[in-house]
């Protein structure tokens, strides 16, 4: 077959394409990716003009919609540039291949101090093998993409149309109704319309609640250590964040007790079931504890679930001890899904839900559908229950095996975790420090310090297990290890 260009440009192309009509890719991606190829080899120069959409369908045998929507691909990917009345060409590009540049990833650049901001900022980009160690994600290959990729398809061949229009305020109802069933099967007493609200994962869900609740000036309690991303968020909207010690057990309630006592807090935000980044879980005495303590002391109590679902079975949740009375309870589906999928969930009594349903309206309007509608989709079709357990049991495998070789380096763990998927180890010395020094190396590690509201030293790290399958990571550590402790650090830049 040949393609020839149009008249007066330059010389025919090449004819080496043939389309694939049972092929595993679209006739429109075969084209598409042709075209690219011969672009980004210089095989068709800048200013050539593409054959008109007509002559390219009859020289190649596909429809005039295959070509259209192939060059609308190559317009997208910059490749390509549409001029009116006078067809398509390849573009000019100032510095060669464009997908080059892009895939280029500069490494980790050294800070002067690893603080929250850096950690973000690194965690959310491509990096080196190491970065496992500070990540919060699990591998692509330890879940299963396929499973959401085939929910997705199937969302797409029914919906259809109810993926053009605005959703409900208060979420996809049907996703409502299966996670009301699940909640109520472990004993939180959620109705669909009445204690439920869907929000873009547990981040915009926690962030709801202190926009609804808290005030400049109020106090919140949160754990010490704990998740470090909401100690900035608190800050914003003016409250004083104070830390309350967490054990194996849970919180320290004399203290919490206390603290309450004293301060007169709006919330208390803590991780029932797997704490991160302990990895423990609320043991019973100390959930009837923080209820109390909430009840006697007139304060809420925001439970985060993130990681819930890690939890082998029978974790103590207080949103079923406190049937949604004084407990928010807040969860999510991304952690074990993809962190793509942005489906979290906040349940809570009718009296805060509705003002945080109107909040999400004011703020977003409504959470996107189509990411519900996939894990509705998920949900319903039973995949979900092995799926956890699959995962489960692969977290629990590389967690083990994460503790003896961080022993085995010299690192000591307290309190080994019941469950989850990170490890809170003690490196003998000061943390901030050998994160940095991981980074020169182009590892991330995330230190103890960002895990505590008052951001004092810590020797403690935490490590995701992923990081059992890095050789990269597991050798940057035998080497820090090895170094003296009062080696001077790296460049700072």
């Not at 699940?182 to 669909?192: F, I, R, S, T």
């Not at 009445?194 to 915009?204: D, I, K, P, Q, R």
């Not at 030293?457 to 990269?472: C, G, H, N, W, Y």
């Amino acid at each position: 077959m040949t393609v020839a260009l149009e008249p007066a440009v330059s010389p025919q192309l090449p004819a080496d394409w043939q389309p694939v009509r049972e092929g595993d890719a679209t006739l429109v991606t075969q084209l598409a990716d042709d075209l690219a190829r011969r672009i980004d080899e210089q095989g068709l120069r800048p200013g050539t003009r593409l054959p008109s959409i007509r002559r390219m369908a009859e020289q190649s045998g596909v429809s005039r919609f295959t070509v259209v929507e192939a060059y609308d691909r190559l317009v997208a990917r910059g490749l390509v540039q549409s001029r009116r009345g006078a067809g398509f060409f390849v573009r000019a590009r100032s510095s060669g291949s464009l997908a080059p540049a892009l895939a280029a990833s500069p490494g980790l650049a050294v800070p002067a101090r690893v603080d929250v901001t850096w950690l973000l900022r690194s965690m959310f980009r491509d990096t080196t093998p190491g970065s496992p160690g500070g990540a919060g994600l699990l591998p692509a290959d330890w879940l299963d993409p396929e499973m959401v990729a085939g929910a997705i398809r199937a969302v797409g061949r029914s919906a259809r149309a109810n993926l053009v229009s605005y959703g409900r305020q208060q979420g996809f109802l049907p996703l409502r109704q299966q996670i009301a069933s699940m909640l109520q099967g472990d004993g939180v007493p959620a109705h669909p319309e009445h204690h439920l609200l869907t929000t873009n994962g547990v981040t915009h869900g926690l962030d709801l609640i202190a926009r609804h609740l808290v005030k400049p000036g109020d106090t919140v309690l949160v754990e010490d250590p704990a998740w470090f991303v909401f100690f900035g968020r608190l800050a914003t909207f003016g409250a004083r964040v104070i830390g309350v010690p967490r054990g194996p057990d849970g919180p320290d309630l004399g203290l919490l007790e206390r603290l309450a006592a004293e301060h007169k807090p709006k919330l208390f935000i803590i991780n029932g079931a797997v704490h991160n980044p302990t990895g423990h879980t609320l043991s019973a005495g100390a959930a009837y504890g923080v209820l109390r303590l909430a009840e006697r002391h007139d304060f809420i109590v925001v439970e985060d679930d993130t990681y819930g679902e890690m939890h082998p079975g029978g974790a103590m949740r207080l949103a079923a001890l406190d049937r949604l009375n004084r407990v928010i309870l807040v969860g999510g589906f991304s952690k074990m899904l993809a962190a793509s999928l942005r489906v979290g969930y906040v349940a809570a009594h009718a009296d805060i839900l509705q003002p945080l349903a109107d909040l999400k309206m004011l703020a977003g309007l409504t959470t996107p559908e189509l990411g519900e509608r996939v894990v509705h989709r998920i949900l319903v079709d039973g995949q979900y229950r092995r799926h956890l357990d699959r995962v489960r049991a692969k977290v629990d495998e590389a967690r083990r095996a994460c503790l003896r070789r961080l022993q085995a380096l010299g690192f000591a763990v307290p309190h080994e975790p019941y469950a989850g998927m990170f490890v809170w180890a003690d490196c003998g010395r000061d943390s901030e420090i050998l994160a940095r020094q991981a980074a020169d190396r182009g590892m991330l590690l995330a230190p103890g310090t960002l895990f505590s509201p008052t951001q004092q030293p810590s020797t403690m790290l935490r490590f995701s297990v992923a990081m059992i399958d890095s050789p990269e990571a597991w050798r940057i550590l035998a080497d820090l290890m090895t170094e003296p402790a009062g080696k001077p650090g790296p460049t700072i830049l």
